[in-house]
């Protein structure tokens, strides 16, 4: 049987306000465990929340970037379930009155863009954490991230494959760095997603059994764990058995999911309204205010990129799916004319730095000025492409201008026709017989006698130059 997959994605979102969503408590990643707290955020007895304003208009933002429809009224609910790392026993969300709903986001996929819908975004607060400790038999929490602001950011069932999954993510996550409302850091908490899938027999209209694997926190893994669910699901159902509705954890060791726990709905929460919060009413003048400030947002940026410097479409997205790209693309290009070598060294050579590093573009320290300098020194002759390549390198390993490094080393390439010339007949002198090879026509024997010059001026030579000249006193 032929299966097709139906996924969605559930996105939760940390708001970058300095203050958590219903109290005066910081947000602040590392502190000491449980030093961030109040009775507020501890749900002790006749402690009130107060909701974040910032919070509130940075989802008012998100949802606006999405063409979400941002509801009239908006209330908070009462998502009860008893765990340790929720002290209050219940989470401040948002249940059948939503902050927005009917939204989209379109993405690449296979050559071609596709609209993937977004059903809700929502607000809620964030639970605890819990510590293992294998040297003892207990467990800790750490109640510091209980109460930081959320924004939940639902899908359709939209998705057809783990690829599509990962490309959703990634367009995302490019679109919340352009609102600045999150630091989007997956290592630290701020972006986690929650996957789920169903299979059903291809050409179907209806949907299968659908399985929640929670909690992945990589973009990588999503689409790992979504990968591993089709075929488990798959041998299950080619067998006539039945594919349980259940939440499934990712084992990074096993590169597996494992059965976490049989699948709630909405009747287990037990949701009732927060009564600590009256409905919201968002009024028309604030959204049309935000919706006036929005930014330049990615699929802006790039049919901008391809209409203002004619980069191709493919060069146009690739670069503006990192704001940190794009900005440094614009940057260069103000002072360094030419928007295609520009691009190429971003999108190659900057993007190769960092992966072989496992760091994001934005993670990777470069001034613009550094590569205009770099892409100078190739134009003016001063060092040849493979030198500029390793020069590269050096450049954001050392932090340090290349016009610096190419003066601190002596890499100035040999351009100078007097010195190449003399150069030739010193190689020319030393290999007779590959001199008497390229005059019987052994083509190769040009190629070993420029490697010769290039080794003989410990790679300065400028390598089109040799080759000319070898070739003039060779004929």
């Known amino acids: 049987m032929v299966y097709e997959p139906v ?83 219940f989470q401040i969300s948002q249940y059948d009155r939503p902050l927005a709903k009917a939204g989209h986001l379109d993405i690449a996929a296979n050559g071609t863009t596709k609209r993937i819908g977004i059903t809700r975004v929502h607000m809620e607060e964030d639970a605890g954490k819990l510590l293992h400790d294998p040297k003892e038999p207990a467990s800790y929490v750490d109640f510091n991230r209980t109460g930081v602001p959320l924004l939940e950011i639902v899908s359709e069932p939209d998705l057809r494959s783990p690829d599509e999954a990962y490309q959703y993510l990634v367009e995302l996550k490019a679109v919340l760095e352009y609102l600045d409302v999150s630091t989007c850091n997956m290592e630290e908490g701020s972006l986690r997603c929650d996957a789920n899938i169903s299979l059903r027999p291809a050409g179907a209209s209806e949907f299968g059994s659908k399985v929640e694997i929670k909690n992945l926190n ?60 009256v409905p919201f009413v968002i009024g028309r003048t604030v959204v049309e205010s935000i919706t006036r400030a929005l930014p330049e947002l990615p699929a802006q940026r790039s049919r901008r990129f391809a209409d203002a410097y004619g980069l191709s479409a493919y060069d146009a997205h690739v670069l503006t799916e990192h704001r940190r790209l794009a900005d440094l693309f614009e940057q260069a290009v103000a002072s360094y004319r030419r928007p295609k070598p520009v691009a190429n060294w971003l999108m190659g050579d900057l993007r190769a730095y960092g992966n072989a590093r496992g760091k994001e573009p934005e993670e990777v320290q470069v001034e613009p000025a550094w590569l205009v300098h770099l892409l100078e020194a190739i134009d003016q002759g001063t060092i040849s492409g493979k030198m500029a390549k390793d020069l590269f390198v050096d450049m954001l390993d050392q932090q340090q201008d290349p016009r610096q490094l190419i003066e601190q080393r002596g890499l100035k390439q040999i351009v100078d026709d007097g010195a190449l010339d003399r150069l030739a007949d010193e190689v020319l002198a030393a290999h007779q017989q590959s001199v008497e090879d390229y005059r019987k026509g052994k083509m190769n024997a040009l190629m070993f006698l420029v490697g010769k010059c290039m080794e003989r001026s410990k790679g300065k030579a400028n390598p089109t130059q040799v080759t000319e000249i070898l070739k003039r006193k060779l004929s």
Not at 18 to 35: E, R, V
Not at 53 to 59: D, H, M, R, S
Not at 218 to 243: I, N, P
Not at 254 to 277: N, Q, V
């Open 7 to 89: 996924i969605g994605l559930e996105v939760h979102v940390q708001l970058a306000t300095h203050s958590k969503l219903f109290c005066g408590c910081p947000t602040k990643f590392g502190g000491l465990p449980n030093a961030q707290t109040c009775p507020v955020c501890l749900g002790l007895p006749g402690a009130l929340p107060v909701l974040n304003q910032q919070a509130f208009e940075w989802g008012i933002k998100t949802a606006l970037a999405f063409d979400c429809q941002v509801a009239e009224v908006m209330k908070f609910d009462r998502k009860q379930y008893f765990y340790p790392d929720l002290p209050k026993n």
């Open 218 to 277: 990589s973009f990588k893994y999503v689409r790992a764990a979504l990968t591993f669910e089709m075929g488990r699901q798959a041998r299950a159902l080619d067998a006539q058995q039945r594919v349980a509705q259940e939440t499934r954890l990712w084992d990074l060791k096993s590169e597996a999911t494992e059965s976490m726990r049989s699948k709630e709905g909405a009747s287990d929460y037990r949701y009732f309204p927060e009564p600590d919060l």
